[in-house]
């Protein structure tokens, strides 16, 4: 059972736009949603992350967008930039930073921005 | 300084080997965890260490067992490796706190490959 669901696979976005990625969750329990960033032969890295009492939370470019009778949250991505190419997973967990259970990942989806 | 190591970055070795990853990270944080990242990319939770007690074990084959010299380190050890073990594993540690930013640290991963 896959708790975490995360579109699309892959995505491809012109340099300058906005890049969208969705997640879905079903475990009720969870308190506690970062996004993760990975590169190539390296190991993920915390974007940004939000907790389910806000709707929205911003860091320069990157905005999360926090459903939560929906139980979906997604990533945006502004002004989208070539280095911003790399894979991105999204996360859940019942505490911040994933407490004793570590953190339940979506599928990644894999972000080309095209110069 | 980097913040969670791990050694090898590459391990490659035969089907029926014993083998072990090491971890140590120096931020001071008290759980330490294992994930595993298939070929698809796909990261999942294995263990997770708070202060020298297992807190989580996932459906992972009784071959694999984590083991916690000290709080700095998480190594893991697999026994009678098989080919479905060939994967990219990572270690993280996260410390003490609630807020958003107590994240987990990722280690720059071990390439395991079984022949």
């Known amino acids: 059972q896959q708790q975490v669901k995360q579109s699309p696979q892959s995505l491809i976005v012109q340099k300058g736009g906005i890049s969208i990625i969705n997640c879905a969750y079903e475990?009720?329990?969870?308190?506690?949603f970062p996004w993760y960033q990975q590169f190539p032969g390296k190991g993920p890295a915390l974007l940004i992350a939000?907790?389910?009492?806000?709707s929205e939370k911003k860091e320069g470019r990157f905005t999360i967008s926090f459903n939560k009778s929906a139980k979906q949250f997604s990533l945006h991505i502004m002004d989208s930039q070539p280095g911003d190419s790399a894979t991105y997973f999204c996360?859940?967990?019942?505490?911040?930073?994933?407490?004793?259970?570590?953190?339940?990942f979506g599928k990644g989806t894999h972000l080309i921005i095209q110069p | 300084d980097t913040a969670v190591s791990q050694t090898p970055k590459y391990l490659v070795t035969q089907m029926g080997n014993d083998k072990s990853i090491k971890c140590e990270q120096n931020?001071?944080?008290?759980?330490m965890y294992w994930y595993k990242q298939d070929s698809k990319k796909f990261l999942k939770i294995m263990f997770s260490?708070?202060?020298?007690?297992?807190?989580i074990n996932e459906t992972v084959p009784n071959r694999f067992s984590p083991k916690s010299p000290d709080k700095a380190h998480l190594n893991l050890h697999i026994n009678s490796l098989e080919l479905g073990d060939s994967a990219v594993y990572f270690c993280?540690?996260?410390?003490?706190?609630?807020?958003?930013?107590?994240?987990?640290?990722f280690g720059p991963g071990t390439r395991l490959t079984v022949l």
């Open positions: 993280a540690s996260r410390g003490t706190g609630t807020g958003v930013r107590n994240e987990q640290f």
């Open positions: 931020l001071g944080h008290d759980t």
């Open positions: 939000i907790r389910p009492d806000v």
């Open positions: 996360a859940a967990s019942k505490s911040a930073g994933g407490g004793a259970d570590g953190l339940t």
């Open positions: 260490y708070n202060n020298k007690e297992l807190i």
């Open positions: 475990n009720t329990a969870f308190d506690y």
